[in-house]
């Protein structure tokens, strides 16, 4: 006699579709970015807001709230993964259900309003054009902060950070955040000193021709242990579906650094989402921890092995064969100077590994001020003015490479800076986590032989899913929760060693 | 003050999110042939089922039939179109309830168990290995036309058939079928008299690299009038989704004409998916008619405009151009001569214009008998060597080039045979039907000039979409309904003119 299923039996089949439904959405929108004609933009819309109505209302249909509270009352039934599971799938409804259709569908508005509004004010330095559109932005994401914070027990920065790192909150990163604040300082002066009194980088040019770095990039992404297609795009990403990971990169004839770079940082993501736990794959326990953990995989790749001498040594070879370049430029010493140059730059996307915090910092505070009601939008250009200026010493000549010079606040994006600077620090202390935990880690690198850390990672982040939090899996990864130290101790190495 | 939508309006919108998840389904699929890694298929499958059951489920909603019978008692209130799409939501959603779900997943397995069967019994020409599953199929293929037939009101071969061209009947196609098999013994006595009178036709070959030959393809796609990707299948095929069709072609670097035909006929079908009434794309009333007028629409540009002299006036000096191939095979009496070779063939797949309407025949006739009763399956190999001896006079020396040929059986397909020759029939028809009413329509294919004529099908054909019945728009576009005089008139007149 075969059972009925049970409660928690039938969720996984509702979450089990979902994934795959959410796998289409990911197969539309890599190829809305690779392969569709720019006249089929209405018709894929159509596509899009279908399916996420359809899960939308897969969600609200009251038989999922029966069965999580059936299941609820019956963990003793569950194992430890079942338990987890269930916790995922109830905050995932419990979100999804609780934002008012009104306010998703005014936020969609306010937000297509500011971007558009950006899009002319930003050129001009206006920031007085966009301020009444970001006014409005904000007021719709203080409504939705309190929602959330009401459902998860949490401040209201918490409730929109919990968005782009589940579980994730301020008191986990603010320390960190602050300590690396105070310590940036007297450092940055250090390498400046350094970098002064060092000869500049020799040019490594050449030319590069695009097939020949597509070539490379498919070879390197293959090696590291990535499986799937590499596509090229105007701005490479890492999408596609569970089961069906696609990257992409971006290729310029007279940069080879940059197709190098950001096939490294998506086969970074990739190797995360092939290396979800294989049982729990369609499950929202096995889904990546969160984007901060996320980039932490990428920035793994990008940063730690992607500069590392051995590493660099073993890739510099290949590079003159393949393109036929050298010359004194052409070394793995010159190629580490050229990485290592600091710069205070009003911009966040050109500053490099060591002034990126900074940036970040800066708009963490600002963000988390507007969003509990202690700065005004007024008062953004002012505000930020002085927090870069005691970040980094430098003062914007005017808001267009000020506070108007990201997307993020238009589009809606807010709690999401903090992501890509905890990613550097816990790629950091990964990377030395694996140091510590893999004799020889440097010799294989410097062979081009992955398969040790990428084991480990597996071992260490990616089965994980989301059984743990984000705190718990640096923990169980490192010994320690995120600790601003390593990546300082990192930089240490790298700029002054 | 706003009035609420009416029951019917409620409908269209049922259905406009019904054509975006299927245009959805229709961008997975293409991406399945020509982008997706052989090892994403479970995943793939997956996302198909999820959104295949969401189409079934929107369907079974009570509120859609409770809407139809709504809509159905006030069609005062509609126009002529709204009224035809009323009857075609009827038409797709009672079908699509009355198929019981166990009985669509028995077919599912029993084609798939065929299918492999199929695999390994045809190399082996062992009809005996596929008989149980293939009888397996039939069993259930009946049990899906009864209950079809009971909704339509028609026979139980009618009842398959309407799946592959809705409405259309076997007395809309019997009588013509079966004159077009009395007609061709004596005219193929005819042809098969003059070829062997005439020189064999000189050789056009050369070297054709797949960039030329692709580069040709998209150029000639473009120029008849379509919009979209061309991309490269060992299958061509036309598909994508409302607002993105899309085109693939197969290219051989020894045999441009592969190439050349498959682009024709892939341009056919999406200039009728691109031409359909605008203003009901979302709607079933503005769904292609059915497969048969969608056949007349690639073979229009396939057989009757590819192999028209005057086309071939304007198209090989640009052949030659762009291939560097010259000689005496090069002209275009020549090609004609290729084009006209008649051979009495086993294989369907490889039978001329003039052959392959027996072989479709004897396929509808079989199925028509097998479908009613009137035939088992364990008699199947005798009858076809009986019918294929009838109408071409040749028999099989095994089953594996007799009745275990086509895959369609085995996978389910029963009742598609005869859209192919009904394809090329509407199209004889339509071609004429066009040479009638466009005057210099031969002139402008001398020029490469597509425009009067794709006008002309687009008026014809295309905006009326599923208005009219396949008879009624025969009978609007050309003066009567379907004549397989015009047909031989056609035969007639390029293979004995």
């Not at 770095?213 to 105007?234: S, W």
């Not at 920035?299 to 890739?315: A, I, K, N, S, Y």
């Not at 986590?433 to 004799?439: C, T, V």
Request: charge should be negative; include cysteine; charged fraction near 25%.
């Amino acid at each position: 006699m075969t059972l009925p299923p049970s409660a928690y039996q039938k969720l996984e089949s509702v979450f089990a579709r979902r994934t795959a439904l959410m796998g289409a959405l990911g197969i539309l929108h890599w190829d809305s970015r690779t392969m569709m004609p720019d006249a089929a933009a209405p018709s894929r819309a159509e596509q899009v807001a279908a399916l996420e109505l359809v899960l939308h209302e897969q969600l609200s249909d009251p038989r999922v709230a029966d069965w999580l509270a059936e299941a609820e009352a019956r963990t003793a039934d569950l194992n430890d993964w079942q338990r987890a599971n269930l916790r995922e799938m109830r905050r995932v409804r419990d979100l999804a259900a609780a934002l008012p259709a009104d306010l998703v569908e005014a936020q969609a508005r306010a937000h297509s309003r500011a971007e558009a509004t950006w899009c002319t004010a930003k050129p001009k330095a206006d920031f007085a054009a966009l301020r009444p559109a970001l006014e409005e932005v904000l007021a719709l994401k203080r409504e939705e902060a309190s929602v959330k914070a009401g459902i998860l027990g949490c401040g209201l920065y918490d409730a929109l950070h919990d968005g782009y790192e589940p579980g994730n909150r301020v008191a986990d990163f603010a320390p960190v955040f602050d300590a690396y604040a105070d310590w940036l300082p007297g450092f940055l002066e250090k390498v400046e000193a350094r970098q002064a009194a060092e000869p500049a980088p020799l040019p490594m040019d050449g030319a590069f021709p695009i097939a020949g770095q597509r070539d490379l990039a498919i070879g390197l992404a293959a090696r590291i242990g990535y499986t799937g297609r590499v596509d090229e795009t105007m701005h490479a990403f890492c999408g596609g579906a569970t089961g069906d990971v696609r990257i992409t990169s971006r290729f310029d004839e007279a940069n080879w650094f940059k197709s190098l770079k950001s096939s490294l940082h998506e086969t970074g993501h990739a190797l995360y989402e092939q290396g979800r736990p294989q049982a729990w794959m369609q499950q929202p326990v096995g889904f990546a921890r969160g984007l901060a953990v996320h980039e932490s995989q990428s920035l793994t790749f990008d940063m730690q092995v992607g500069r590392h001498p051995r590493f660099l040594e073993w890739l510099l070879p290949q590079m003159k064969a393949a393109f036929g370049v050298d010359g004194p430029g052409w070394t793995v010493e010159n190629m580490q100077r050229r990485f290592r140059q600091v710069q205070r730059t009003l911009i966040r996307v050109d500053a490099d590994e060591v002034t990126y915090p900074a940036h970040v910092i800066l708009r963490w505070r600002l963000e988390q001020a507007m969003v509990e009601g202690r700065l005004e939008i007024a008062d953004l250009p002012a505000a930020w003015n002085e927090g870069l200026r005691g970040l980094l010493g430098i003062t914007p000549p005017d808001d267009g490479v000020g506070c108007l010079q990201d997307l993020h606040w238009p589009m809606g994006l807010w709690g999401y800076f903090p992501t890509y600077t905890l990613g550097a620090m816990m790629a950091a202390q990964l990377f030395q986590g694996a140091l510590n935990d893999i004799p020889g880690l440097e010799d294989q690198l410097g062979r081009g032989e992955f398969g040790p850390l990428v084991g480990w990672l597996r071992d260490k982040v990616h089965r994980w899913g989301r059984f743990l939090t984000t705190r718990e899996l640096l923990i169980q990864a490192t010994g320690k929760p995120l600790d601003a130290g390593v990546f300082q101790a990192h930089l240490e190495r790298r700029y002054l060693g």
